[in-house]
């Protein structure tokens, strides 16, 4: 029997990230998957980021994973969205070369030290004495560990549909683990099923893009990472948008008995923030067209995904729906569109450091626990592969607040709140979004990935300096006042702002008007754009960031007030019965994480904290 301080089964964005960062702190780790050639595989959209997604992104770079500069190394198209909005909540988003994805993060993984690959089959959890101590794979091998991290995505006792056809497999064209989805279940987990879909596929020289309007690349040079220097990318992969139309709308109606989301083989829900474009056309009657985006997958191959028409027809109809959108009238699919749906496990039976409550060093990431995405799976994958880690050393684990990061939300909404369809990270999930931005993710988080081990001292060096170059331009704003008779009088009055008074006031004070830009007030002063725009919004949203960091503040309370672990609710006659049920089906780590439990109320709060008081 091999044996390894760590297992980490399944090869997607979650099992990657948890496996590199687990193998760079040290711990001798395994990487099990079925099919080597697809680590890192993009089976969706191979984009990157968008909203609530791209702050996950940074903040995963600021710890010391990986997804943004391997995004970085192989991006066609990168744009900043929600243009329209303050600067806070802009956001940066990614089309990838989806083949050359997969291929730096397997050349990655193959030169980690401490880091073996494993081509195989898991089929059983062993657990002694309450404590995991190895995995069976179906090609007859032993694997001795002290964590395992099931990072299995859509592949525990999975089956893809498309039409009237139902068959068993992970993805399309990969087998399902069946097995270990039954092991799991005898390990006393409460599991469910769930759904997700993708698109069709078309060759790209089958498109007509001549009266298409095109996304290009920005103009502006953009990067996810920190640690790289943003480049302007060739307008050579721009993606096209187009839209379905009423022949679309009528192809869809006439034959929704055939699309397996209504005609009953569909038993799992699927996700409400990415529908499928028959539930689309079902929900919003009244609209007469829906977007689509035409997205390259990658420099050597001819596919495009066809963003918006995520559906599972049968291969006719896909046909008709596809030749019926303009643009696509003579497009030849490649790829059919499929539903894939799968089981995973309430992730209410997990502490906040993903590690199964009742279950030592058995640790579960991404869509194992009930979310979508890439973006979502990578944050917890890098959270269990650091917290297998300490695991294995002894340490404490790693808890991320919902006042620290995005990642932070997400585990507490999934081990608190648990899911009731894919989970998908939006905005507006987190209370103090305008205080976690993606633009100083390194600010909030590069100590801690520095701390941890993850994050080399050269980065981090380069996040003190950024930091104290936003504090003396701060200082400098604060400290430059203008009078009355200053040229940029003018300015303001032109801008429809308030003219100066007797007294004027400093360039802090003006750039707090929504008006006034910091370009207007110091043009040229030798700071980089990165600082100017964290200066900038610092300015703007004073008001709203001061308030958010009392909040803050007093959630760093009420999370300090720990729960033990051993109590039991079942004891606590004050609470009501469903309260007493709820909170111990949970088993929140403190107040503050038993205040967001879904179904207790202040009643029942009150009685803790007067449990907790004695």
């Not at 009238?329 to 039976?349: C, S």
Request: glycine share 8%; charged share 25%.
């Amino acid at each position: 029997m091999r044996s390894y301080d760590l297992v980490v089964v399944g090869a997607g964005h979650a099992g990657c990230e948890a496996a590199l960062a687990a193998a760079r702190l040290g711990v001798a780790t395994a990487l099990v998957t079925i099919n080597l050639s697809e680590i890192g595989n993009m089976p969706c959209n191979p984009a990157i980021g968008g909203p609530g997604k791209s702050q996950l992104v940074r903040e995963i770079d600021a710890l010391g994973g990986e997804m943004a500069r391997l995004t970085d190394r192989t991006a066609l198209n990168i744009r900043l969205l929600n243009t329209s909005k303050g600067s806070a909540m802009q956001v940066r988003r990614a089309q990838a070369d989806r083949i050359q994805y997969k291929l730096l993060w397997k050349n990655l993984l193959e030169r980690t030290d401490g880091l073996d690959l494993i081509e195989g089959m898991v089929e059983d959890v062993t657990v002694n004495g309450g404590r995991v101590t190895a995995v069976c794979l179906r090609e007859g091998l032993r694997l001795g560990t002290k964590a395992v991290i099931l990072a299995t995505g859509t592949f525990l006792n999975g089956r893809v549909l498309i039409g009237d056809v139902a068959y068993p497999a992970g993805r399309s064209g990969e087998p399902p683990a069946v097995e270990l989805s039954a092991s799991l279940r005898k390990l006393g987990l409460r599991m469910d099923r769930l759904n997700t879909g993708t698109t069709p596929r078309v060759n790209c020289h089958s498109i007509d893009t001549s009266d298409l309007a095109s996304q290009n690349t920005s103009d502006v040079p953009l990067a996810f990472s920190f640690w790289g220097e943003p480049v302007r990318l060739p307008n050579d992969y721009p993606v096209y948008v187009t839209h379905t139309t009423e022949e679309t709308h009528a192809i869809i109606r006439e034959n929704l008995h055939r699309s397996p989301t209504y005609s009953g083989l569909l038993a799992g829900v699927g996700p409400r923030n990415c529908p499928s474009l028959e539930s689309k056309i079902v929900k919003f009657p009244t609209r007469s067209r829906h977007k689509v985006f035409l997205e390259p997958e990658g420099r050597n191959t001819a596919e495009v995904y066809l963003q918006g028409i995520y559906t599972s027809f049968p291969p006719q109809i896909q046909e008709r729906i596809v030749h019926s959108v303009p643009g696509l009238q003579r497009a030849r699919i490649e790829r059919y569109g499929y539903k894939i749906e799968y089981d995973y496990v309430d992730p209410t039976q997990l502490a906040a450091s993903l590690e199964v409550q009742g279950i030592e060093g058995l640790i579960l990431a991404g869509q194992i626990n009930g979310t979508t995405g890439y973006e979502e799976a990578a944050a917890q994958g890098l959270l269990a592969g650091i917290n297998a880690a300490r695991r294995v050393k002894g340490e404490e684990p790693l808890i991320l607040s919902r006042g620290q990061a995005f990642i932070g939300v997400l585990v507490d909404d999934l081990v608190t709140k648990g899911v009731t369809e894919p989970y998908r990270m939006l905005p507006s999930r987190a209370e103090y979004r305008i205080t976690l931005r993606e633009g100083n993710a390194d600010l909030r988080l590069a100590g801690l990935g520095r701390e941890i081990g993850l994050l080399a001292e050269e980065r981090y060096a380069k996040v003190l300096k950024r930091d104290a170059a936003i504090r003396e331009l701060l200082s400098q704003l604060h400290e430059l006042r203008i009078s009355s008779q200053h040229p940029l009088n003018l300015v303001l009055q032109a801008r429809g702002t308030t003219p100066l008074v007797e007294n004027g006031a400093s360039l802090y004070d003006l750039l707090r008007r929504p008006q006034l830009r910091l370009n207007d007030l110091l043009p040229c002063n030798g700071f980089p754009d990165d600082v100017r725009s964290e200066v900038e919004i610092e300015a703007k949203y004073a008001g709203y960031l001061a308030q958010q960091e009392r909040e803050i503040s007093r959630l760093r309370r009420l999370e300090t007030l720990c729960i033990p672990t051993d109590l039991d609710y079942s004891k606590l006659c004050n609470l009501s019965i469903e309260g007493r049920e709820r909170l111990g089906r949970v088993r929140p780590r403190s107040f503050g994480q038993a205040s967001r439990v879904p179904g207790i109320s202040q009643a029942d709060l009150s009685m803790l904290a007067i449990t907790l008081r004695r």
